[in-house]
C-alpha cells in the first residue's frame, strides 16, 4: 500500500488568505484525489488531478478557489484561496490502489484547516 | 445520480456482532468498499465487494446484493478498538470514490 503524507498537519489562517497543502506519495500513481470533511461529516470530493492534465473539478468546486498542481507522479498541491470561515475543514489527499483500483483508495493523515 | 444511505450511529457492548447497512442509487454499479475512520485519522480500505455474496476477512465480512442494491458491513467480537466511522462507498467509471453519510459505531465495554 502507498504511504501518503501531507504538509501542513493543521494550520490556522486569517480569512482573505491563501493556504497551499502539500501531498506526497511514497510510489508513482497516476490519479490522486482531494477531498474535503467536515467535522463528523463525510467526504466530499473536490478534485481529481492527472499528471500533465488540468484537474478535473466536481460539482462546487472551482479552480479559482481550488488551484491544483500535479508537477509529477508522486506529488500534488491543493491551494484554498481567499479564505471564510466556510472554509474550515479537513483536507484529505488520496491515491488510487496498487493496481490502479478505484475502490481501493489510500488516504494521507489529512490537513486541519481552520480559517478565523 | 448517486446516493448512500447509512444509520447514522450504531452502538454495541464488546465481543457482540454489529451489522452496518448501506443503501445504493447509483447510475451505473460496479461494487460497494468499506472503509473505517477512526477520530482524528485517515480513512482506511476495508473490503470491497463486486459480486454478490458473503467476503470475509478475519473479523470483519461484508455482504452484497445488487439486486436489493444493498450490502452491509458485519463486525464480530467488537472490540474497543472498533469504535470508529464507517464508510460505505461506491466507484464510478471516472473512477472517483462516492461516499455514504458514515455511521459512528460506538463500542461499549
Known amino acids: 500500500s502507498a504511504v501518503i503524507s501531507q504538509k501542513p498537519s493543521r494550520d490556522i489562517c486569517q480569512r482573505g488568505t491563501s493556504l497551499t497543502i502539500q501531498c506526497q506519495v511514497d510510489s508513482q500513481v497516476t490519479m490522486m484525489f482531494w477531498y474535503r470533511q467536515q467535522p463528523g461529516q463525510s467526504l466530499t470530493l473536490i478534485a481529481t488531478a492527472n499528471q500533465g492534465s488540468e484537474a478535473t473539478y466536481e460539482s462546487g468546486f472551482v479552480i479559482d478557489k481550488f488551484p491544483i498542481s500535479r508537477p509529477n507522479l508522486t506529488f500534488s498541491t491543493l491551494t484554498v484561496s481567499n479564505m471564510s470561515p466556510e472554509d474550515s475543514s479537513i483536507y484529505l489527499c488520496s491515491v488510487e490502489g496498487a493496481e490502479g483500483e478505484a475502490y481501493e483508495q489510500y488516504f494521507g493523515p489529512g490537513t486541519r484547516l481552520t480559517v478565523t | ?109
Request: charged share 15%; with cysteine; glycine share 10%.
Open chain 2, 1 to 109: 445520480g448517486q446516493s448512500l444511505e447509512q444509520p447514522s450511529e450504531v452502538t454495541a457492548v464488546e465481543g457482540a456482532i454489529v451489522q452496518i447497512n448501506c443503501t445504493y442509487q447509483t447510475s451505473g454499479f460496479y461494487g460497494l468498499s468499506w472503509y473505517q475512520q477512526h477520530d482524528g485519522g485517515a480513512p482506511t480500505f476495508l473490503s470491497y465487494n463486486a459480486l454478490d455474496g458473503l467476503e470475509e476477512t478475519g473479523r470483519f465480512s461484508s455482504f452484497l446484493s445488487r439486486s436489493d442494491s444493498y450490502g452491509y458491513l458485519l463486525l464480530q467480537e467488537l472490540q474497543m478498538k472498533d469504535s470508529a466511522s464507517y464508510f460505505c462507498a461506491v466507484p464510478d467509471s471516472s473512477y472517483k470514490l462516492i461516499f455514504g453519510s458514515g455511521t459512528r459505531l460506538l463500542v461499549r465495554p
